[in-house]
Nanobody
């Protein structure tokens, strides 16, 4: 089993920055892909950013050059640094890990998810 706990969400003004954290514990060995997804009110869940063990990163077009995904290998923590936030970024943000990149976004046991953290951007 893998446990993921997100933190760092909250209320922020447009133009501001927030860093989300995701603490991973349990049987995390062999997970080569991690990602951050979000679900905005009335919309489907979407991939925001992903990071593969070889260092490859991918971002949704809407967040390129504003968001940065990273990890602390020693602590098994993952991060999403978000800058230049706008109200369209308001959503619940989830971190997820998977043993293979193409499993990212799947349901357990192919991928594991945190409980989510709310980010609200006021105009």
């Amino acid at each position: 089993q893998v446990q993921l706990v997100e933190s760092g969400g909250g209320l922020v003004q447009a133009g501001g920055s927030v860093r989300l954290s995701c603490a991973a514990s349990g049987d995390t060995g062999g997970f080569v892909a991690m990602g951050w997804y979000r679900r905005a009110p009335g919309k489907q869940r979407e991939l925001v950013a992903r990071l593969i063990d070889d260092g490859t990163t991918n971002y949704a077009d809407s967040v390129k050059d504003r968001f940065t995904i990273s990890r602390d290998v020693a602590r098994n923590w993952y991060y999403l640094q978000m800058t230049s936030l706008n109200p369209n970024d308001t959503a619940i943000y989830y971190c997820t890990v998977a043993r293979y990149p193409h499993w990212l976004g799947s349901n357990p046991p192919l991928a594991y998810w945190g409980q989510g953290t709310q980010v609200t951007v006021s105009s």
